[in-house]
DNA sequence: AAATATACCTGATAAAAGTCATATTTTTAG
DNA sequence: CTAAAAATATGACTTTTATCAGGTATATTT
C-alpha cells in the first residue's frame, strides 16, 4: 500500500521516468492510493481535476456521453498509463469519464507535483508530449475506422486490438472481458448490432464464447474480415 | 518574403511565442518560405518529415487514406497553425497527407532548429504541449460525432464549423470553399450522400449556393438538426 | 468558342445498421 | 438456493446510407 513511486514497475511505462529523483520523491511523498470497483467512476465527464491517475492495476474505460445518451468509449487505459493528464495540462474540466472496466489500484497524484516540473523539466515535458503525440495518432486512426469500416469490420477489429493489448488467459479467453454493451461503444454501434455480429461470428466459428468471456478461434479469418474480406 | 519570424503575426497564434529571442532567430535563419498551390501537396502519409510546417496563409486539409480509397479529412489547419509537429515530435513518419486547399504561404522549419529547444525550454515544449492536447480533445469529439450523428446532422455541423472558423466573405458566402467530395471527407460519407443533403438544405432554404460556393441563409435552423430537431 | 474534363446532381436500388418487441440466459442479491 | 435483475439473443421491421448509372452544369484547355 505505502509503496513508493521509485519502486514501481509501472512507471517503467510512462512519463514518469523523465522525473529526477528529487521530483520523483515529491510525487511519492503526496500521492493517494485508491482501490477503484469494477463499475465505479474515477471521474465524469465535465468535472475539474485536481491530478492524474497513473493505473498500477485493472484497466479504466475513457467515454464521452453523446447528446443521444450513448457512451462512445474512445480508449482503454491500463497498467501503466496515465488518465487525466490532458485535461491537466490544458487547464479545462475533462471532456471524458473514466469508469473501472474491472477492479483497479491507481494513485492519485495531486497536479501541483507535476505541473512544477512539467515547467522546468522539459525532459518530462517532452516524454509528455510524445506520449499526447502518440494518443493523438491512434485518435487518428480511430476517426478513419469508425467512418470507413462497416460495423462488422470494426468489431473484428476490437477482438484483435482486445488480444493484442491485453492478451489472453490461460484457457484462450481474452483477458479482458467486456460487456456487449461495453464492445458497442468502443466500436460505435447499437449494442443489438454488436451482440447480433458477435453471434455471427460465433457461428462461423471465428470466436468461441463461454458467459461473459469470449475467445478467438480463427484470427487469420478476423485479419480478412478487417481487411473486407 | 524575407520577412522575419520575429515580426510575423502569425506566430501570435501558436507555440512559437513561447521561445526565446535567441531561440527565434535560429528559427527565423533556417527557415524557408514556400508556396503552394491549391490541390498541391505539403507532404505524404508515411513520409518522414525533416521540420514543421507554420501556415501563414491558406488552409491545408490534413487527411488519412482509408483501405477502401476514401481519404477522411482529420483537421483543416489555417493561419497561425503548425503542421506536422506531431511527426517530428514522435519521430516517426506522417501518419496524414497535407493538401492545400487553396493558395498557400508556409514557412519550413527544420526540426533542427526546433528539437534543441524542445528540450531546452520548458516553456515552449509545455505550449506544444497544450497545443496537442486542444487537437486531442477535438479529436474526440470528431470520433463522437462521427459514431453517434447522423450524415445530415454532421453535414449541417459542417457548415456551422466552416463559418465559426473561417467566415464569410462580404457577399455572406462562406469564406474557405470545400470541393463536395472535400465536405463528405470531412464528414465521413460518401459524395452523393453529402449532394444529396446539401441540395436538401438548399430546397428547404437553409443554404443557398453560387457555382461552388455556399452561404448559410439559415442558421438556427442548421443548429436545430445538429441537436436532433 | 468548341472540346474536354471535372464537378455537381438525381433516381433507382441494394446494403447496412438502427429500432422495437420479446425471449432466453446469466449474473447478482437476498 | 431462489427470486429478481441484468445481460444476451433473435426476429421483424424501418431508416439510413452506399452504390451504380446516367444525367447536367461548370470550369479549363486548346
Known sequence: MESRCENC????????RAMSKEELKKVSDSKVTKTIKKGEPLFQEGEKLNGVFCVR???SKLSKLSANGKDQIVKLASKGEVIGQRSVIAEESTNLSAVAVNDMEVCFIPKESINHTLQKNPN???EVLRHMAHDLKEA????V????????????????????????????FLALT???????????????????????????GYLHTSGKKIAIKDE?????IVEGF
Request: hydrophobic share 35%.
Open 9 to 16: 514497475i509501472v512507471r517503467q511505462f510512462n512519463s514518469l
Open 57 to 59: 492495476n485493472g484497466v
Open 124 to 126: 518530462f515535458t517532452l
Open 140 to 143: 487518428d486512426d480511430v476517426i
Open 145 to 172: 475506422n469508425i467512418s470507413q469500416k462497416t460495423v462488422k469490420q470494426r468489431i473484428a477489429e476490437a477482438f484483435l486490438y482486445l488480444k493484442n493489448n491485453f492478451g489472453e488467459d490461460k484457457d484462450g
Open 178 to 204: 467486456l460487456s456487449r454493451e461495453d464492445i458497442s461503444n468502443v466500436v460505435g454501434t447499437a449494442t443489438e448490432s454488436a451482440i447480433r455480429i458477435i453471434s455471427e461470428f460465433k457461428k462461423k
Open 220 to 224: 487469420r479469418k478476423l485479419k480478412e
